[in-house]
């Protein structure tokens, strides 16, 4: 695709439910992140994955919060028995490649509401 | 751990009036970069800096990066409403992972 693409766009759960939330990076990008964007708030880091490296995961609030990159392109966010706190927009970026003159390119997000 | 931090976190001018906001970093960076989100979007990359000293200019926006590599600022000279939006610097140390300031906010009064 011509760019990130995240799914859903938009999902509203019961509290307690698990979610999953789905970013496609653009092909060949190496690196990927997830950031939490609560309203009118900034960007609050989640977890990092670059090529095969074990991913940096010293953004994730809790356990209940996981993620995974398959084959090293596709990465699922979990959430699992989601809170109201949990409610914001989740943000996928990719970059081609970690090094002078990347930058990271943006979804469009998922906004998640915990009702 | 290695923070990037950015002020002020709202600016609210009158259109034609400058605006700039900072962004400071404890440690030594490689390179930083900056984003806008508009109101409902996504971050989008405006630029990148990487050499000490460096100043780039988009039309009415200037950047610069810090002689030591630790601070950075963006320059709004005579700002239009298109400029409204949320500005984030972002920072890495040996072009890795990226740290993101926390934004600054700017609305623009026509």
């Known amino acids: 695709g011509a760019g990130v693409s995240q799914s859903p ?3 509203v759960t019961e509290k307690g439910k698990d979610v999953e939330l789905r970013c496609d990076p653009i092909s060949g990008h190496t690196a990927l992140y997830w950031y939490r964007q609560s309203l009118g708030q900034g960007l609050e880091f989640l977890i990092y994955f670059q090529g095969n490296s074990a991913p940096d995961k010293s953004g994730l609030p809790s356990d209940r919060f996981s993620a995974e990159r398959t084959g090293g392109s596709v990465s699922t966010l979990t959430i699992q028995r989601t809170q109201q706190e949990d409610s914001a927009v989740y943000l996928c970026a990719s970059i081609q490649s970690q090094g002078v003159g ?10 998640l509401t915990v009702v | ?4 931090m950015q002020i002020p976190q709202y600016q609210h001018v009158q259109e034609g009036e400058d605006f700039t906001t900072y962004c400071n970093s404890s440690t030594t960076l490689s390179n930083i970069q900056w984003y806008k989100q508009r109101p409902g979007g996504h971050p989008v990359f405006l630029i990148q800096l990487v050499k000490s000293g460096e100043v780039k200019k988009q039309k009415r926006l200037t950047f ?4 030591a590599k630790k601070n950075s600022s963006l320059h709004i000279t005579a700002t239009q409403t298109t400029d409204v939006g949320t500005y984030f610097c972002a920072g890495s140390k040996n ?16």
């Not at chain 2, 751990?1 to 990037?4: E, F, K, N, S, T």
């Not at chain 2, 610069?64 to 002689?67: D, H, L, S, T």
Request: glycine share 16%; proline share 3%.
């Open chain 1, 102 to 111: 990347t930058e990271a390119f943006f979804g469009q997000g998922t906004r």
């Open chain 1, 9 to 11: 766009s938009n999902k």
């Open chain 2, 1 to 4: 751990g290695q923070q990037v």
């Open chain 2, 64 to 67: 610069q990066f810090g002689e």
């Open chain 2, 95 to 110: 072009f890795n992972k990226f740290y993101f300031g926390s934004g600054t906010k700017l609305n623009v009064k026509p």
